[in-house]
């Protein structure tokens, strides 16, 4: 297998001018690129990655850390970064949370992790890590951004939407279809994001006359599982409802399944309108409704900014983004009798 070694000498070059060509840096004349090129073509020659990172000081690898590897949550995020990553010559190296310790040990374990695999920057997803942890990375958190949370130490790396409105939104599209019964499904109490979108759903509840305290609410965990294990709890109950907004289209999933199996019509008995628009929620049964959060424009504009502190960019970044309600066949209008009044 040929060496740079054997490219230098039938070019007739140094070692520095083969490199140059092969990273594409540096100036080198049109005469000597013809001769290196011949000779790479002549011989072959294939620089591997490690070879590249030895001759660039760099690894042309991002590492993404997400807290979870499962759902369809995820799933649609990684494939931007991944996409977008090999359009750019680079490659994704994906951490995800594991072993002992809480959320926040796990991702500090994940982030550390890609640091040591020599990753030139990372992309992080946890609402667990905190601006103490970002400032003991030292100067390595000059080269990160933060996915679906807000630090204040690095608020300019930080890309999210704003889930307040998304909040106002879901209740504003229940209020319009007359539901006045209400249910929702929530996220843990312990994510920002969940508290902002409940706040805002809450909120826009009570300024319709609506009191959140009479409300029917129960913690789903943002799984499918959590989302089942809410609506038995919320049938068994005997709480009168007309719709039910789940934090997250994963619980409104496991709604969905939970319904049919019990044989509760949805939307004609109930209605029910999920978060994020995954798109698990165009394969629901029926069809999902749901706030539509843009996760691959703020990912896209998260890499944006990251490659442009990693490798001196001058990509655009934005940083408000557009959240619209997606209508699907799971929301109707609120019927005139829904139950009997006990």
């Known amino acids: 297998m040929a060496t740079i070694k054997d490219v230098a000498r039938l ?26 090129k011949k000779a790479i073509e002549e011989l072959n020659y294939r620089p591997s990655h490690a070879a590249r990172s030895l001759l660039s000081g760099s690894s042309q690898m991002i590492g993404v850390y997400i807290p979870v590897l499962s759902g369809t949550f995820y799933t649609p995020i990684l494939q931007a970064i991944t996409n977008e990553l090999r359009a750019a010559g680079l490659h994704m190296v994906v951490e995800f949370g594991a072993g002992s310790g809480d ?34 990375l030292g100067p390595k958190k000059n080269k990160l951004v933060v996915l679906n949370h807000t630090l204040k130490t690095i608020r300019d790396q930080c890309f999210t939407a704003d889930h307040e409105q998304g909040g106002i939104m879901a209740a504003r599209t229940l209020l319009d279809l007359q539901h006045r019964k209400i249910a929702a499904i929530t996220g843990p109490a312990s994510y920002p994001d969940n508290v902002d979108r409940m706040t805002g759903f809450l909120g826009e509840l009570m300024k319709s006359g609506i009191n959140s305290s009479k ?17 038995e709890a919320l049938i068994e109950s005997g709480f009168k409802f007309t719709a039910l907004f789940c934090a997250n289209d994963e619980m409104a999933v496991g709604v969905l399944s939970y319904f049919q199996q019990q044989g509760i019509s949805v939307p004609h008995r109930v209605s029910i309108m999920g978060y994020d628009d995954t798109p698990s929620g165009e394969f629901t049964g029926p069809r999902l409704t749901s706030v539509h959060i843009p996760w ?39 019927p005139t009798v829904r139950q009997k009044k006990s």
């Open 215 to 231: 409300i029917w609410v129960r913690d789903g965990g943002f799984s499918p599982q959590g989302g089942w294990a809410a609506a």
């Open 296 to 334: 691959r424009d703020i990912a896209f504009n998260a890499i944006n900014a990251l490659l442009n502190r990693c490798y001196g960019f001058d990509r655009p970044v934005e940083r408000k983004f557009t959240i619209s309600v997606t209508h699907r066949a799971s929301l109707a209008k609120a």
């Open 11 to 36: 070019a007739g070059v140094g070692h520095g001018t083969v490199s140059r060509v092969v990273i594409g840096t540096g100036s080198v004349s049109p005469k000597t690129l013809a001769r290196v």
């Open 103 to 136: 959320e926040r040990r796990q991702a500090i374990d994940g982030i550390e992790f890609l640091i040591e695999r020599g990753c030139d920057g990372l992309i992080v997803m946890s609402n667990a890590i905190s601006d103490e942890d970002i400032a003991a």
